[in-house]
Structure formats: C-alpha cells, structure tokens
C-alpha cells in the first residue's frame, strides 16, 4: 500500500490529487504519496484548523494537552505499535540513515515530550503555566494571560528525522491552530504524529494540519503565510531570506537557520584513563545523523599541556569514528555530497602541517592542524577538524567574528573551567554548552538559538492591577 504523508482535517483526501515522491536505492526503497494543494485548499485547511483551534483548543485545559501529546509518545515509544513499526522500517529507507542509528535516536528523542519533560518545558517559560488557561496574578501587579496566535505556520526542513515534533508541540502547549509544511527529504513523520493524535485525541486533531508543496511552488505557500498570524521557518539562510522576503506587511516570522558548532577538549581530558572515552563521546556526536543537525560538530579544539598531545587525541577520535561506522554505517551520499567530501579532503591534505586520517571507503575523515588552522564549517557526513591550541580560552577569540551561525558547544573540562569558558563563549555569541555526547540530544525546554520556545510565541494580555480595585467600585457589595 502506497503510504500518504499528510493530515487535512476538513478535506476529502480522496478529492486530491497526489503526487508521488520515490526514495528507490537501486531496486529497493519506499514511494511516497503526498497531496496536491492549491491556493483555494490551503485557504480551506488554514479556516478549518483556526475554526476548530478557537472553539476546541483555545477552552482546554493545558494539563490536558499535556496529557494527550504524552498519549501520543508512549504510543510511539512502544516498538509494537504499528506507526512506531513504520517509523523503524520507513525512515531509514527514506533518509538513507542506518536503521539501529535511527532507532535508537527515535527513543531518545520521543523521551524528551513526555509528560514529566512537557511540565518542565511549561516552567521553564512560564513560572506559573496557568498563565495558558486564565488570567492569573503578576509580580508587578496586576493580571496577565497568555495567548498563542490563533493560526501558526511551520516551514520544516527534512535533514533530521522528527524534526517537525518540536515545534508542533510549542503550538499545541500555547493553544494555536498549527498548519505544518513538510520537507520532500523526509514527509512522513510529522502526519504519523498527527494521524496517532487523532485516534488519541480526536478534538486536538482538528487543530492541526500537515502539507506538502514542490520546492519553489509560491502560491500555495504565499496562502499559508497570507492566513497565519505567526511562521515559524526552518532551513537554510538563503531559503529564510527568501520566505522573508514573501511575508505579508504586519505578519511575524520566526526563521531558525543554519548553525555551526563545535567541541572543545581541556588538557586535563587528556589523561590516558579518560582519553578513550572522550573520544567516544565526540565521535557519538559526530556520526549521529552523519552531522546534518545543527548540534554537530565541525571543529575540536583540543588544549595542549595534557599528558596526551592533541594530535594523539585526533588518532583516538579517528579509531572512535571507525568504531562507529561499523556498528552504524554511514548512509550512501549523492553525487554532489561525494564531491564536496572530496574536494574537503583535498583541501585539508595540501593544508601545511594537517594529518588526515580517514576511512578507505570515504565513511568518516579527521584532519588533525597542529598550528591553529582557524574556524569554519566542515563538508558534514563525519568530517571533522581537529584543531591544537595553547589555551582554549582563545578559542572565543577565534569564533567570535561568527557568532550569527554559532550555537552548540560541546565540552570536556573541570567544572571551574567549564563555567569559565561558558561566560566567555557566551559573550562570542554560542547560545548553548553541553556534554560531549549529549551535544546533539538537547533537553527538553533548551532555548532554541538562546531563544524562548513557547513565551516567543504568546502575546501577554494584562489586567492593569488599578483596574480590580476600580471595578469593586462598581459591584453589587458597593456601600
């Protein structure tokens, strides 16, 4: 049976046409129907979702929100549940990941949106979350509530699996209608999400819809950024800037774009106890998803003083990276990917002082620079830099003029030290610190870009704390 990517609350899908994505690796792989949509369909989806957002979602209770998006988790979390079964067996044919690497980083994920994870997402931006549900009082003085906008656009890309699921619960925790634009690199995960929801929680359903359109099409994306109040934007900075450029006069955009991170390892990492492990938690960092996520990095920078060298420490990262491409094979690359992978290669070769050690088969590479070769992004598809410097706290120093493409910092240092380049990197512009090994997993409520997730959403209605007082004034209790 032919799978269809969507969910079109107030459509008749079999009124449609359908256009067909193949994924075929040689003889083998999925095909993938997903709708056809014009302008007068979008314009029909986006008054449906709305409707039903205002009269259903906007008078529930958060706490049941909450409830139902964890209904939906533990659904996909159970490995017996045949959309958890599509997932284990479609994803990798279509994204080409290895499918143990897309398994495991399905659990993983689908753990941070369940209901403990979802309460501390809440707090995390509201003190009191019953700021969602009714007026309540403010430190200032006063009253406020919260409110989502009644109609949120997404624009998702493709290049990680389950990208779309978080921000499609920052619509459903702030109580906005949500209409969701799909990637062609990956269709399916955001529908199966919506598709559980609705045998979950038939109401929430109706408030949310998931589209597709051919890359470049305008019309039928200038009709869903005509009837959102709010758009939420992944991709590229060149595609953002574009969608930017067709935003209504008076309409919000929200654009998340490319970013580039990095690792940094202290010389008291380099201990010969504790050096194989690092490199262990790098390398995880590096081959998960083959580095197409933001959090990945594309540079190490490794301290000299330890009693292992840097360059020591590149040669346990390359042996880490082996491991890994055994266990969880890097996917097969496009033309233009093995082109890009070589042409870097080449560079970092005929680079003056640069050890490249790689995989024969072209399934990872390290460059190891003895003399500070400087920053910048690699050609991804585990590709690293790995890079010696005499003191990481100038590596701020070196990052610095990019702090526009700078988030994830992954670290290996004492605590003093790990607050002490926190404060300085911070200052460079990098909007999160983790744990090697945790830099591609962030936690639940981590601010996106040193963003807010859900208080960027809302406009704050206020009850000027005068206005009580003045109303008493004119009750029935009155004397």
Not at 17 to 24: G, I, P, Q, V
Not at 37 to 49: E, F, K, M, S, W
Not at 166 to 186: D, F, N, P, R, Y
Not at 451 to 469: F, Y
Request: aromatic content about 8%; overall charge negative.
């Amino acid at each position: 049976m032919l799978e269809r990517a969507c969910h079109l609350p107030g459509l008749d899908p079999d009124a449609l046409d359908w256009h067909r994505l193949s994924f075929a690796r040689g003889d083998t792989g999925p095909d993938i129907a997903v709708p056809v949509l014009g302008p007068g369909d979008i314009d029909r989806l986006a008054a449906h979702v709305r409707d039903n957002a205002a009269a259903r979602l906007r008078a529930m209770p958060v706490a049941r929100i909450v409830e139902a998006i964890d209904a939906v988790i533990v659904r996909l979390l159970d490995r017996q549940d045949p959309y958890r079964r599509k997932m284990e067996q479609m994803l990798p044919a279509v994204t080409g990941y290895d499918p143990e690497m897309v398994r495991l980083g399905l659990t993983r994920y689908l753990m941070t949106f369940r209901k403990p994870e979802l309460l501390r997402f809440l707090a995390e931006d509201f003190p009191n979350p019953a700021i969602l549900d009714g007026f309540q009082p403010l430190p200032k003085g006063g009253y406020g509530k919260a409110f989502g906008p009644p109609l949120l656009a997404h624009i998702w890309a493709g290049n990680v699996p389950g990208l779309p699921l978080w921000s499609m619960v920052c619509g459903l925790l702030v109580k906005s209608g949500t209409i969701g634009k799909v990637s062609s690199a990956e269709p399916l995960f955001a529908g199966w999400f919506a598709q559980v929801l609705a045998e979950v929680a038939p109401d929430l359903a109706e408030c949310l819809a998931v589209v597709w359109w051919q890359g470049g099409e305008s019309a039928p994306e200038q009709a869903m950024l005509g009837a959102a109040d709010l758009t939420l934007a992944y991709g590229s900075n060149t595609s953002l800037a574009a969608i930017a450029g067709r935003m209504p006069p008076g309409k919000r955009l929200l654009r998340f774009g490319h970013k580039v991170s990095f690792a940094m390892i202290a010389a008291v990492a380099l201990d010969p106890a504790k050096v194989a492990d690092t490199a262990r938690r790098a390398a995880r960092d590096i081959a998960r998803y083959d580095q197409q996520g933001c959090f990945a990095p594309h540079v190490v920078f490794v301290e000299r003083g330890g009693r292992l060298c840097p360059r020591s420490f590149a040669r346990y990262l390359a042996r880490a990276l082996d491991a890994f491409g055994h266990r969880f094979p890097a996917r097969a690359l496009t033309m233009a990917e093995t082109a890009s992978f070589a042409a870097w290669c080449q560079q970092e070769e005929f680079t003056h002082d640069a050890e490249v050690m790689g995989d024969a088969h072209g399934g990872w590479t390290v460059s190891f620079h003895n003399a500070g070769q400087g920053f910048g992004p690699s050609c991804l598809n585990r590709s690293v830099k790995v890079v010696a410097v005499d003191d990481l706290a100038n590596v701020p120093g070196l990052v610095a003029p990019f702090r526009a493409l700078l988030q994830t910092v992954g670290i290996a240092a004492s605590p003093d030290e790990l607050f002490r380049l926190a404060g300085l990197l911070g200052d460079a512009g990098v909007t999160r610190i983790a744990a090697l090994g945790d830099m591609t997993t962030p936690e639940a409520g981590w601010h996106h870009d040193g963003r807010c997730n859900l208080s960027d959403l809302v406009q704050i209605t206020e009850i000027d704390a005068r206005a009580p007082p003045a109303a008493d004034k004119l009750a029935f209790y009155d004397d």
